[in-house]
């Protein structure tokens, strides 16, 4: 008769009794009494540091040791100010390497304070001594490092460490461990090894997501990595209890449910993460609140291409095997729950980990400011007189027209290659209309964007709009009829503050009946024509403002439009953006081109209202990167997601009866203007005044509208300013250039192989260009040669698009001009010229060594003969004055009237090359290292040595361009 096992012989103990141990002994639980402190937790200031006292101080990549250099007149100090309460391991000395001299060690001196308690007094610190404290810091505690040089006079490098002491968390990881082995271990005896893998693989996911932001171990990722692993286990356990069927069933699945809901969001943290380089953020989970859960897969479907499908389908087909698992004898869980209790324990002793309080403390802020909106709001229309709004009198209407992540560049209007704004085009031209050349948006998700374009508060006054009356407040108070027309979605699954505002209005119509959980709608915004057409016809006496909402460019391009206006499908992407291939660039010019049409349907319909004063005012919330595929996400901020369009339409009526603000407009239309000042721009173009208003300055319709582009915050932090922003440093840099009236060159973009590269070029203010040309048979082809870097694009191409004549210099850099093919070129030429008139505005520049240029001089074409950038390669006095000599007899062989090198080479062309030349020789240069973006491009150009030589007429550097080739 078997006698049974006891406990302490049994296999299973003995068996978790080895792991645990080969796991603790693997893992060195004693590190995790000391973690990073999280740089939210404190701040830091230093003093001593100022260029006569020679003090330094810096942090190391894991922000838990900061290297501190002692002044030479006083001493450094660093001060941390503490905003929680814990336990912190300070540690100070001097880093084994700091320089040393025969007469003694490195030394440095350190004092410690927390607050003005001495702790530590005059300690000298050598390579080994150092010295370490533990302190309890209440919030608002300050403790101070003070670091001299001692009495070795030396950069010593001395060092100060911070972390945060838990001396419970090394016997927290211990009893994890022990638990996780005795839960896997008697799991497995059980016969459910397989149950385990999906079990396994979503700790993993709750472990990798602790990561993303911790990026180091630590005892508070073991415990709830274990603790979810023992709870899942447990969960398991009692999904396998018998039960008559259908309850048998029904709670197997139900466990699946509940697992996919607990790993979502770690699952989703770890995924974004590794698409994007970093975790997910509050701004993130914030947009998350204001959208719609098929907007949110919509934007992965964009960013993420090859990601989306795995997100959606993978935690079902992870967890769907545990539905199958089959009883093995009987149920007991008693192990299983206890491990489960005890670790839900523990974790209520360490802290919440970031990964999971940063979602749940987002979704409390985001509730709270959407609640004191909401309250703040009714207090204001309860209460108008604090506004001393004045009353509208007469009867006047206004549309204010909201458009949906609508890019700038991507519109014909500024600059777009493609013609996806013709209507707009034709607008512009009208004296009635007045386009905004530099609108932005300072934020780059529609519901903070809108909050702050419909109140008070802006990027410069830094009032919070949840306290801030909106622009609907005061037109209510001033007896306006307000009208809020949409066709985007009322109620999210969150409130949001747009559609807080919206409720404010007299009335709102939306015709997007769908609810909560998606972005689709059921008509396209020319269905809004219609319900704009029997409102207006259908109103009452006095002023009224229609706020209108499209879908406009919303992600899911491709249901913007309908299939009529599926324009740009079969577009040769490489002729227009060289080998960049912007993902879903066709649906989402086809949903600019369908706006264009709605817009412009919008404006005819104003037009025709029997009323005479009327006005229309069109802005954006937001742009959209196609570049970079990363949208309008705020964590992943490109500058491309700022740059809307904006314009305003006015009736004659209007225009006579107001002839200052439209005067003001105007002069002001070419300046910054921010959408979170669409507020104000609402107050000036409906003439109401209000206690509730901001400062003429940010009134555009004011004579004194001026922003400080250099206080511009771009998501409250990012300079507009910023060196990494081109566009902005582009736009200035040509402005100086061409109000520069002491530099007598011009300064063109080379390499302008493209046709969006061209219309992008004319749009930034250029009137001349460089390309490269292969001659083929018949045709100048563009490109730099090799089928990569040919654009599909031939010269006539360039000539005959619609910013061909605006053009004044052409610099044709033709790579392939022989003997055999020079008579065909020079004909090509000259047929160009009888279509285009382009004799005298090219350069053809070649390096041929024969007479073929001369071929083209003699046909009444301006020529340049190219010279060898390798001469800089060149040390040799001699051969340089030999080659001198021998390109001074290729210049006049070649009767060419220019030369263009390397600005490498202007002092050799000066010093040898110009006494062998004639005098009216024109010189055009290049100098690629230096790019118009850079913020000192005008200063450092005055710095170059052939600046104010009267000879050079021409000077080609970079100039950004996504579709350069």
Known sequence: ????????????????????????????????????????EYKVNVFGMDDSNGGKFRMDSNHTRFDIVSGNEESTVASWTFLAPKSIHLKVGVVNWAPTEKEGAAEVVFSVRQNQLVLLSNFIAHPGNAQTLVLTIDSG????????????????????????????????VILSMFLFWLVIVLFFWEGYWLASIPIIISSLFVWMAMQAYDQQGSGTQFVWTIGYFSLVISLF???????????????????????????????????????????L???????????????????????????????????????????????????????????????????????????????????????????????????FDASQAQLDVSKKEGTEIYFVVIGEAQSKF???????????????????????????????????????SLSAALTLANHVNKLQF???????????????????????????????????????CDDQTFINHHLGKTNETSDHDGALLDVIRDQVNDLSEGSHVFFIHLMGSHTQYNKRYPKEFAL??????????????????????????????VVAEMVRLLDHVSVERKAMFYFADHAEDLIEKHGHSSSLFNFRMIHIPSFFWFSDAYMDAYPQRIQNLEHN??????????????????????????????????????????????????????DDHATYHETKNVRLLANDTSISFDVFPHRVNTKGMLYEMVAKGFRGIECDLVFNDSLFEVGHGGEEYMSRNSLEDYLASSVGDSLRFIWLDLKNLRNDNIDRIVKRLLFLDQSFGIKHRVLVESDSKTDVLAKISAAGFNTSYYLPTEITQETSGIKLRAKAAEIAKLIKVQNVGSISFDAALYDWVRNELAPLIPPNTAWHTWQLDFELQYPDFNSKLREKPFCFDKRIHTVLVRVHSPYYL
Not at 256 to 277: C, D, N
Not at 289 to 304: G, M, N, P, V
């Open 141 to 172: 505690d300050v403790v101070s490092v003070e670091a001299n040089k001692g009495t070795i006079v030396l950069e010593d490098l001395g060092f100060v460490e911070l972390k945060e002491y838990r001396p419970f968390h090394s016997a927290l």
């Open 237 to 279: 356990k009692l999904a396998l209890i018998p039960h008559k069927q259908p309850f048998s069933a029904l709670s197997r699945i139900m466990l699946v449910v509940v697992l996919i809901a607990f790993t979502a969001l770690p699952f989703s943290i770890v995924m974004y993460a590794s698409i994007f380089g970093k975790p």
């Open 410 to 448: 991507h519109m014909s209007h500024y600059g777009y290659v493609r013609p996806t704004t013709p209507r707009l085009d034709s607008l512009a031209k009208t004296s009635n209309s007045f386009i905004l050349r530099n609108a932005i948006a300072p934020h780059t998700h529609t519901a903070v």
């Open 466 to 504: 949840e306290t801030s009356p909106s622009i609907i407040n005061v037109l209510n108070a001033a007896d306006v009829h307000t009208h809020w027309i949409s066709n985007q979605l009322k109620y999210g699954i969150w409130d949001n503050p747009v559609s807080v505002m919206a409720e404010q």
């Open 1 to 40: 008769m078997n006698r049974p096992t006891s406990f302490l012989r049994s296999k299973k103990l003995w068996v978790i009794v080895f792991l645990s141990v080969t796991s603790i002994l693997l893992i060195e639980p004693g590190k995790y009494r000391y973690s990073p402190i999280s740089q939210e």
């Open 669 to 722: 239309r070419l300046k910054v203007f921010t959408n979170d000042l669409v507020y104000d721009a609402i107050i000036g173009f409906t003439g109401l005044t209000t206690k509730a208003v901001n400062s003429d300055s940010f009134n555009i319709f004011s004579n004194r509208y001026s922003l400080n582009e250099d206080r511009i915050k771009i998501l409250n932090s990012i300079d507009y300013t910023a």
């Open 568 to 597: 740009f499908d079969d577009d040769d992407f490489k002729s227009l953006f060289g080998n960049l291939d912007p993902y879903e660039v066709n649906p989402y010019d086809n949903s600019i081109a369908y706006s264009d049409y």
């Open 281 to 379: 953020e509050t701004i993130d989970y914030f947009a998350f609140f204001q959208t719609h859960i098929e907007e949110s897969i919509s934007y992965l479907k964009f960013t993420a291409s090859h990601y989306w499908i795995l997100i959606v389908v993978f935690l079902p087909l992870l967890f769907a095997p545990l539905a199958l698992v089959k009883r093995k004898g009987k149920q007991s869980v008693g192990v299983y729950l206890l491990s489960s209790v005890v670790l839900a324990a523990m974790a209520s002793i360490v802290e919440t980990p970031k990964a999971f309080r940063l979602a749940s403390e987002s979704y409390v802020t985001y509730t709270e400011e959407v609640d004191r909106f909401k309250e703040s709001l009714r207090a």
